[in-house]
């Protein structure tokens, strides 16, 4: 093609012709132009849709990790007997009645019957999120709406997380209260059952520093359970709103 291009130009100048000759090469020039418009175009073109095969594969893989972080949520807001703050709730709120009018015998059994408090992390899954900001891919995946509620949701993720543990630490440190008294009393009540209950007369006197200790202990842990029960039921709401909104741009 460009041997016969050449051999018109110099048939041009050969036959003195040059007038035709300067249009002939500037319409050349049109068309080599043309030609890179057009590649660069396509480029562009091939490019684009690179980039958004690339952004829907990301998009799945963050709706995958927002459905993970809603079971993980779920299950630590259950009633399961282990590990669910709905569970521990319920459970302490039973013992502050208790403990309100007063322990008696027939309760004891009821009230060791599980643990009270236990540190949970929510360990929610943000790896497809660090992906997206350590490639520098987050601001690119979709609309300004998307990017910040995204952004928005795995702030919330991490504030929640901070403060559960948080509000643990103060569990914690009144459960540290409790040794001498009600831990103490359950390690034995499992093993001598009428031997426990004789060595720890506080258990009837709502008066008794161990008493006391125990129950603002049950009533921190109800309040940290409701909380956060309260918390991850959030959670699992913005991860569903969240999903929605990458499905509505997909």
Known sequence: MIKFFRKIRQNLLMENKTGKYFKYAFGEIVLVVI?????????NWNNERLKSERNQGLLIKLTKELKLNIDRAAGLDSLAFYGGFKGRYLFSDSLTKIMQRGIEV??????ISRGIFWVNDFNLNTAVFEELKNTASLYAIGSDSLVTAINRYYKLCERESYYNLKYSDECIYLRQQCYDGWIDFTQMYRLQPKVAITNHPWLFNQRAPEYIHFKQYV?????????????LKGIIRESQQLITLIESEQ
């Open 35 to 43: 030609g890179i418009l057009i590649a660069l175009q396509v480029n």
């Open 106 to 111: 027939s309760d004891l059994d009821f009230m």
């Open 219 to 231: 009533l921190r842990t109800r309040g940290h359970s409701r909380l956060i029960s309260g918390k």
